[in-house]
């Protein structure tokens, strides 16, 4: 009980990374305004922050895996409090960029350690929970810090935004460096031992299934803002409610995609949450101006995507349970790579063909990913009947 307290600071850093992340979509097209370049080009602000963070988190990771954790978490908690802090003071595009990677690589060794942190504080048989509560200030981040930072945008700037988020969390590296204790690292697992794993077909395709269903999202949900804007007229006004709404769906989403991938299994669990994925992203490419058939497909929409997350990792984790912490870290490396490919491609997208079209290329991403979920099971059928006729039953 007397840690309790100290997950929930944990939870509050994870929820400062997440809204330093996602706020760029949210904020798209204040940024490009402001450093006088396309929506195109800022969106490619998210492709350079994913790339860093998908390469650079696991190696930075194997390389401390021996320092103490509260150690490394200070660390890189400074080193990303640093980041926000150049992002409102610097201008020009290429320092953004700059300090956007700097960004990013603190945000990776702070998100893991803020939940290996969380592990070892809690209380027996709270380990889990504890993890769940870290992780709820990422789902945080979407529901309430994106569209706050819109509304502070609005108000004094979008740099103002990553002030607050540098003030907030000088905040919370104080508290860390005068309570949390000494915590000792853990025992390196080598970066090639990590990804000996992808060798194995089964694994490929099932990280496939992360990338595009992903990558899908990723190249519509990027450019939200504008698309909102300039796509579906939304007014200044309704942004923020509309992001507001978007987040809570994501967490209702990831809510039902667990329990439906209990009760009814991981294959169904994915495929009717990418069709939706695919159904709610026609429509919003059809629903024109009308402010309650927007809202009604956005919750939709961020439903649909969401509810594929907590399947997918445990899709991933099912098919190798001796190395879970392995296919876990490799899935978030995966999910970062998927939004940055995501990103920039949805860049080209805008440039070359238009705003609008975004989300039938994203519609394309998902249908590739639903594609892979049929031929994993179809891998998984014929690796069954195989070793039902190799090992037949004695009687």
Known sequence: MKNTWKVYVLALVSFLVGTSNYIISGILDRIAETLGTSVAAAGQLITVYSLAYAVGTPILMALTAKMDRRKLLLYSLGLFITANLLTFILSGFGLFIAARIIAALGAGVVTVNALSIASKIASPGKQASAIANVTMGITASLIIGVPLGR?????????????????????????????FPRIQGDKPVPLIKQFALLKKPPILVALAITFFWLGGYSLAYTYISPFLLEVTHLNESLISAALFVFGIASLIGSKVGGYSADKRGIQYTLVSGMVLHVISLILLSLVGQSVIAVFAILILWSFAAWSSAPAQQFNLVSLVPESSGVMLSLNSSMMQLAMAVGAGIGGLIVNRVSLASITWFGVLGVIIAIIAVFVLSSMASRHSAVQ????????
């Open 151 to 179: 509304m502070v945008a609005s108000a004094f700037g979008w740099k103002a935004v990553f002030l607050a988020i540098a003030i907030v969390g000088v905040f919370a590296m104080l508290v860390i460096a005068a309570v």
């Open 388 to 395: 039902s006729s190799t090992n037949p039953s004695c009687e």
